[in-house]
């Protein structure tokens, strides 16, 4: 079995990712999803499954990894089972990217799959309007403050700092479905208008149905291992190149400013430690529950200066404006719920050239070498961060 010695680290790489079914899939357990997912993803990788030693799984089952390795018929000697929201599969790739390099794991299985789209429509489960009413949070939520509310508020704030525009917010659901009517798996393919957007039930000012995450089906799951696997891959790596993670608050009123995401630290501790600048980025995969996410991260990463993200989504036209959400997002493409690690097969996926739909390429026809997933969880109470790289 390769092992770590004295200080050295390893290196990490991206060997296998998959999708399961997604969309509408109204016959599978979220089990059985992530069943899928894991068998496809070791399938991608080309590597026996008896190199797994590390498990990351959460949101599923009262012992959530420990269920899920059973269900997979494995035996980690390694787990995680963190629960930040939509960022926890950035933060999972992180805790597992440093216990690859230590020695602690060899590869590691991050899988996630999902009903909830299946459960509303069967009546197994009902929409909820918050997290929960204990702790902190019954400050809040006596008083209506769902988690679709502390987004809008957050975004209001942007808009009465900066003058960002309910169409410049319109845009971003606009283009992520120009992007999903690319992509032959994204669930809604059907191009809309900034008209169509602001003329859409009113969920939460300024938020119409059309600025808000879909709600689908569907799992995906990601294999990291150690570079001594890595000759025996299938395909050509894509490397961990930096990780970082953060949380910052759990109540609105601890939030010392509703314009600045926690993706403003994750993003700098992920280019710090991977060694490279937003500049030299060349797509963009961020959470996007909703189309304020992904003007303040993309702010917060550092893609376009603070209250400048409105028009980073009006300058469409621009050949050199950076990719974003090149699979049509949560507005679009899919969204099961804690849609982080989505993030990672999309950008694995344009770093090797398979995307499904639009592929990123350099004006020469070259692939891009350089990605950043960033994922968001709660009501940007946390963040994680990861940069990845063919070289």
Request: with cysteine; glycine share 10%.
């Amino acid at each position: 079995m390769p092992t770590t010695s004295g200080d050295r680290r390893r290196r990490v790489a991206v060997v296998g990712i998959s999708l399961s079914d997604c969309g509408r899939v109204d016959e599978a357990t979220p089990y059985a999803l992530h069943a899928q997912a894991a068998r496809r993803a070791l399938a991608d990788s080309g590597l026996d499954r008896s190199v797994i030693d590390g498990l990351a799984s959460a949101g599923l089952g009262t012992l959530a990894p420990v269920e899920v390795a059973e269900y997979l018929g494995l035996r980690p000697r390694w787990v995680d089972s963190t629960a930040v929201g939509g960022a926890t599969w950035e933060v999972m790739a992180a805790h597992a990217a440093d216990a690859i390099a230590t020695g602690r794991a060899n590869a590691v299985l991050l899988v996630y799959g999902s009903t909830a789209r299946a459960d509303i429509k069967a009546r197994r489960r009902t929409s909820n309007l918050s997290f929960g009413s204990r702790g902190p949070l019954q400050f809040e939520v006596p008083y209506g403050h769902t988690l679709i509310a502390k987004y809008a508020m957050a975004a209001r704030r942007h808009m009465h700092e900066y003058g960002t525009t309910l169409e410049q917010l319109a845009e971003v659901a606009v283009q992520a479905r120009a992007n999903a009517a690319l992509n032959p798996e994204a669930m809604f393919r059907t191009p809309i208008t900034v008209d169509e957007v602001l003329g859409g039930p009113m969920i939460a000012d300024p938020f119409t149905k059309l600025h808000c995450c879909i709600r689908s089906d569907g799992g995906c799951a990601v294999l990291l291992a150690a570079e001594e696997y890595v000759p025996d891959t299938a395909k050509a790596p894509v490397w961990v190149l930096g990780t970082g993670e953060y949380v910052s608050h759990t109540t609105m009123s601890e939030w010392e400013d509703f314009t600045v995401s926690p993706a403003a630290a994750s993003g700098r501790l992920a280019f710090e430690r991977a060694g490279v600048t937003p500049a030299d980025i060349e797509l963009a995969e961020i959470y996007d529950a909703f189309t304020y996410m992904t003007l303040v991260t993309l702010e917060d990463l550092g893609f376009c200066a603070k209250g400048e993200g409105g028009a980073f989504f009006e300058e469409k036209g621009r050949e050199d404006r950076l990719p974003v959400n090149t699979d049509g997002g949560g507005l679009s493409a899919c969204h099961p719920g804690m849609r982080g690690l989505f993030l990672l097969v999309e950008a694995v996926r344009q770093l090797r050239g398979e995307a499904p739909g639009l592929q990123v390429r350099r004006p020469d026809g070259s692939l891009p070498e350089l990605a950043v997933a960033s994922g968001t969880g709660g009501w940007f109470c946390s963040s994680g961060t990861v940069v990845l790289g063919r070289g």
